[in-house]
Nanobody, 121 residues
Framework: QVQLVESGGGLVQAGGSLRLSCAAS????????MGWYYQTPGKQRELVAF???????NYADSVKGRFTISRDNAKNTVYLQMNSLKPEDAAVYYC???????????????WGQGTQVTVSS
């Protein structure tokens, strides 16, 4: 089992910045891709950004140039630096990880509990 612990959400004014962190733990697993999704009430969860263990990244068009995803492989931690925040960025942000059980090679997906980001206009 892999546990994802998120931190860093909160309230910020439009134009401000927040940094989200997500630490993964699971001794029998190798953490492959990690990423962030966001969800607003009544809508499906959507991808914000993800990063592979090798460093390749992908971003939603709406956040390109404003958000930066990074990871510390030694700590199995992924970060999301969010700059120039807009009211429409407000959502619950969920950490996501794809982890491989090293004994079998089977991959599993895990989700964090979510952290609220509120952007005031």
């Amino acid at each position: 089992q892999v546990q994802l612990v998120e931190s860093g959400g909160g309230l910020v004014q439009a134009g401000g910045s927040l940094r989200l962190s997500c630490a993964a733990s699971g001794s029998r697993f190798r953490i492959d891709a990690m990423g962030w999704y966001y969800q607003t009430p009544g809508k499906q969860r959507e991808l914000v950004a993800f990063i592979h263990s090798g460093g390749n990244t992908n971003y939603a068009d709406s956040v390109k140039g404003r958000f930066t995803i990074s990871r510390d492989n030694a700590k199995n931690t992924v970060y999301l630096q969010m700059n120039s925040l807009k009211p429409e960025d407000a959502a619950v942000y969920y950490c996501h990880a794809v982890a491989m059980l090293v004994t079998t090679g089977q991959r599993y997906e895990y989700w964090g509990q979510g952290t609220q980001v509120t952007v005031s206009s």
